[in-house]
């Protein structure tokens, strides 16, 4: 689609008449969309031969994004724009948002300009589906300047914007900046409920500053505000990843013991997966039983975790048990079935074609993730299989979804781990060179790629530009630094 950008055309649409053009194929238009859900999907040509009215172009615009048919949102956009006619803010808002959730933030943006050169002052709700897409690839500098136009244009920032920023830099490692939007919500009058208290708690276990999180839970009682169940599984993860696993187990049975709080998903995964972390197999096995007894099953990666562990252990006839038990407890749903098999086939390389994966997945009906080709690069990046974690993301393209971070950092690490420094240092590369920010996840994963091959030397200017960028070091970059130093160290005295 060519966004109409530089002249602007002269329209004239000072009344809903103006807009209108007959309608001889109201029936058509009214058996395409049914308010917001379609009913068939027919082909763009077939809008074409429709000579379709100002509302018909909103309406099924607005009914393809909701639905995710985004090239034929931008098809109609584009007819409709040749037809001398514009989109309504309600429309432009559906498209912007729905641009931004499938990472086509460039479209996204394009828009929005095109929006506000037509003399259509975006609502804040627009600006957040920017921010949104911005901060969903990690493309910071894009995502700031969103906010300065926001400041620019008189547009408060309202608790969603806060809250969207605040959960990109706890899960970045920002510390100072997670502290910043918080002191700004504090600022501008919008309450701090135990959402937010939840990912302060997330950036401390992130940090392993678990006593300080106990004290966000303290501080929280304080002042009346009762922890709920995200704050229970905030610390029951803090101490989790510092291995206290008898102060997990308090945690998780006061909470069992509370009215109106229950264990969920999340809860017991966490329990089963640092019982894992920890060692304790039996008691993790113990957790996923009872788990399962309450009618809930564990995240594949949880269950993958599990197998794993007892493979390395030779431990197989309790993988066939645990299985097994699953299967006769009706754990359904293909999608999970498959990502149970892309963990654990991964792991052990019994599965070497990725295409093969997304057939049998896509003929059973069901459309692969993000997540999913997630989960399938994480398998042939830990073995180090760098081809075939570069062909999921070429079968993630073809798909129609975009890259993002988590991905790039999987291609990092695969390259990392067969000692293909000087290529994942490219990947990086890519990352800052397509406006997408490294979060401390990309930094640690490069610093481990040139301490495997032995390059110790750049490991403290990886390190420095991590600093340098606004990322808080977590304890494994400094740990890496640590290792990094003491190796030259002992190279320079042997």
């Known amino acids: 689609m060519m966004i109409m950008m530089g002249t602007i055309p002269t329209i004239s649409i000072s009344s809903k008449s103006s807009r209108r053009l007959s309608y001889p194929f109201r029936s058509a238009v009214n058996s395409i969309v049914k308010g917001n859900a379609l009913l068939v999907s027919p082909e763009p040509s ?6 379709l009215s100002w509302v018909d172009f909103n309406r099924l615009i607005r009914s393809h994004s909701e639905s995710g048919d985004l090239d034929t949102s931008m098809k ?5 724009e040749a037809s001398g006619l514009l989109l309504d803010l309600t429309s432009y808002a559906s498209l912007i948002n729905a641009l931004g959730k499938r990472g086509r933030t460039l479209e996204a943006d394009a828009i929005f300009n095109e929006m506000k050169s037509f003399g259509l ?4 709700r627009v600006y957040n589906s920017l921010l949104r897409g911005f901060l969903g690839k990690g493309q910071l500098e894009l995502a700031t300047r969103v906010l300065d136009e926001m400041c620019a244009d008189g547009i408060d920032r309202n608790r969603e914007t806060y809250v969207l920023l605040l959960d990109y830099h706890a899960k970045s490692g920002r510390l100072e900046e997670s502290w910043s939007v918080l002191r700004q919500m504090k600022k501008s009058g919008i309450g701090i409920d135990a959402f937010v208290y939840s990912k302060i708690i997330g950036i401390y276990r992130d940090n392993g500053m678990w006593k300080k999180a106990l004290d966000i839970v303290r501080e929280m009682k304080t002042l009346g505000i009762p922890p709920d169940r995200r704050i229970y599984n905030g610390i029951i993860d803090t101490f989790g990843k510092n291995k206290q696993m008898n102060n997990a187990v308090k945690v998780f049975d006061e909470m069992r013991s509370i009215d109106g709080i229950k264990p969920d998903i999340t809860t017991w995964n966490a329990m089963i997966r640092w019982h ?16 399962q007894d309450e009618g809930l099953y564990p995240d594949p990666k949880v269950f993958s975790s599990i197998i794993s562990r007892l493979g390395n252990q030779g431990r197989w006839d309790e993988i066939r048990k645990v299985f097994e038990d699953m299967r006769q407890r009706g754990v359904q749903g293909i999608r999970i079935v498959y990502a149970i098999l892309v963990d654990i086939y991964g792991q052990y390389g019994m599965f070497q074609n990725a295409g093969d994966c997304v057939s049998a997945l896509k003929a059973q009906g069901v459309q692969p993730s993000s997540n999913f080709f997630c989960a399938l690069a994480n398998a042939y990046a830990q073995q180090g299989m760098c081809e075939q974690t570069v062909n999921v993301l070429r079968l993630m393209e073809g798909e129609g979804i975009e890259p993002n971070l988590i991905m790039l950092n999987l291609l990092i690490n695969a390259f990392g781990v067969v000692g293909r420094y000087l290529e994942a240092l490219s990947i990086f590369e890519h990352i800052k060179e397509s406006g997408i920010s490294p979060d401390v996840v990309t930094y640690t994963t490069l610093m481990k790629a040139f301490i495997r091959a032995r390059k ?32 030259m160290n002992q190279r320079e005295f042997s």
């Open 46 to 51: 077939q809008f074409e031969r429709l000579e």
């Open 76 to 80: 109609l956009l584009s007819q409709m």
């Open 121 to 124: 002052q975006p609502r804040t």
């Open 456 to 487: 110790f030397d750049w490991v403290a200017g990886i390190y420095k530009e991590m600093e340098i960028n606004g990322c808080t070091p977590d304890r494994k970059a400094r740990k890496m630094l640590e290792m990094a130093s003491m190796s």
């Open 276 to 291: 894992c972390n920890s060692g304790d197999l039996d008691r993790a096995i113990e957790f996923l039983s009872r788990m």
